[in-house]
């Protein structure tokens, strides 16, 4: 597989977090005037309906809609400091920590809705994991920012 440069790996990150902040907010707007003209989405919300949770849905839907655009927005803004090359900072921590939160609250969104939707636990089971992980990419970055600092007041 060909390497690419760390610029245009960083580049390549930022369209694709802009393009899916995009896509989130364009669903969030569009989705309830076309949701009879998406089979999936229609069979999703028929889980809901069937259990007399129409509302549910559409909260479930406004939630997750919302936590993955903000999860969106903390990773553009990690991915500009790494770009400027500032990654190993408090503010790049605590970007991070916020992003891992975020996952872990999409995982708690779809937890609570498994008795209208059973396979939103395999969304609880993702985005636990993926939140899991950046918890430990965060606990690396933190010690490696306090290593950076102790370094930085030794020279």
């Not at 995009?22 to 069937?50: D, Q």
């Not at 990773?75 to 500009?80: G, H, N, T, V, Y």
């Not at 872990?104 to 209208?116: N, R, S, T």
Request: positive net charge.
């Amino acid at each position: 597989m060909p390497k690419i440069s760390k610029s245009a790996s960083t580049t390549i990150s930022l369209i694709l977090a802009h393009a899916l902040l995009s896509i989130l907010l364009f669903f969030a707007i569009v989705m309830p005037m076309v949701i009879k003209s998406a089979p999936i989405m229609m069979g999703v919300k028929a889980y809901f309906t069937e259990k007399g949770g129409d509302a549910v849905f559409w909260i479930w839907f406004y939630l997750l809609m919302v936590s993955g655009a903000a999860c969106c927005v903390a990773l553009i803004a990690i991915l500009k400091r790494v770009q400027r090359e500032l990654v190993f900072t408090d503010r790049t921590v605590s970007l991070l920590r916020w992003l891992s939160w975020g996952c872990m609250f999409i995982a708690a969104i779809c937890l609570g809705v498994v008795y209208y939707f059973h396979m939103s636990y395999i969304l609880t089971l993702a985005a636990g994991f993926l939140g899991l992980c950046l918890r430990v990419v965060k606990n690396v970055l933190e010690h490696a920012n306090e290593l950076k600092n102790e370094n930085d007041l030794t020279v």
